[in-house]
């Protein structure tokens, strides 16, 4: 019997982190953790397995035996853009953890703005006691835009608190209880749109998508006027900034964004400063370090056995 193939691990997470989930991780192989100085210079030849997150832009001249590349995070688009990606199984990162800790944002950041929170933060920084009239979550329309494992999980969470939900995807989905859209029927979609949840990956057809011209036609019916938008997807999809202007100019009533087209953040974008505006450091759904190698166990295990890969990423459609 052969012996197993070492797993490279290139993920720049938080250290520690991977550091505790390696241990026990991939039982019967090597686990060569390439944050490891121990393993600078390490000659990778001959290797099976990566699983990476914003990789070295050498690794694949280092690694060019892979026979499956596992992106440390749900997107790919880091991955896709890598020098050198060989023409391998590319498979995402599907979890319970991530899915739930998403919806768990998206949630959180359309009742901060339901709520009104930012108004009752800035009165009380100024020591002042004041009731604002108060809408309920029936009375907004939440468009969630991408209804792959993330939007569906979060539409229906979305829906339990009481908001009514759309959804808008690229081919037509059947949710329970929630009118859809297709990509034909964008403008549509948008004219019932209160909040607009963006939870698409970054690919050629949504670079910087979410502009001025997609904003003005979002609702403006709703009981606060102006639309609110939180994008928890990619950075690269937002033209920024369009986003800054909507939000000085009240075409934007508000917005929450975890991801931007340069990360980190600049210490002087404007971003920092806008009012309106809740900012998380690309947060929203985390990778849990453990569930992912236990992720990339169970896909070696599968080929290894003969099965079928799961997650496997399109690259033509680029996710
Ligand atoms: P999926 O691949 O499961 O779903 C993607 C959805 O987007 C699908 O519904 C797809 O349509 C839709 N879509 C893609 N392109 C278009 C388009 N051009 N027009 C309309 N709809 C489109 O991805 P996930 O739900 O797992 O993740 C979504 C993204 O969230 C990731 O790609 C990643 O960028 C981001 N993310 C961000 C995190 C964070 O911490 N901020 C954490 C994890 C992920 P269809 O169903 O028709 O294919
Ligand atoms: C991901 C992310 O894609 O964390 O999983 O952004």
Known sequence: MSAKSPVIVDLKFIPEEVDAAIVGAFPGREVINLADPAHEGRDLRGIDYAVVWKSAPDLFSRAPDLKVVFSGGAGVDHVLTLPGLPDVPLVRFVDRSLTTRMSEWVVMQCLLHLRQHRAYETRAKQHIWEDLIQPEAADITVGVMGLGVLGQDAITKLQVMGFRTIGWSRSKKEIEGIETFDAGELDAFLSKTDFLVGLLPLTDDTREFFNAGLFAKLSRKGPFGAPVFINGGRGGSQNEPDVIEALKSGLLGG??????????????????????????????ASSDVKALFTHVQQQIDRLESGQPLQYLVDRKAGY
């Open 255 to 284: 917005a929450s964004i975890d991801v931007f087209q340069q990360e980190p953040l600049p210490k002087d974008s404007p971003f920092w400063d806008l009012e309106t505006l809740y900012l998380t450091p690309h947060v929203a």
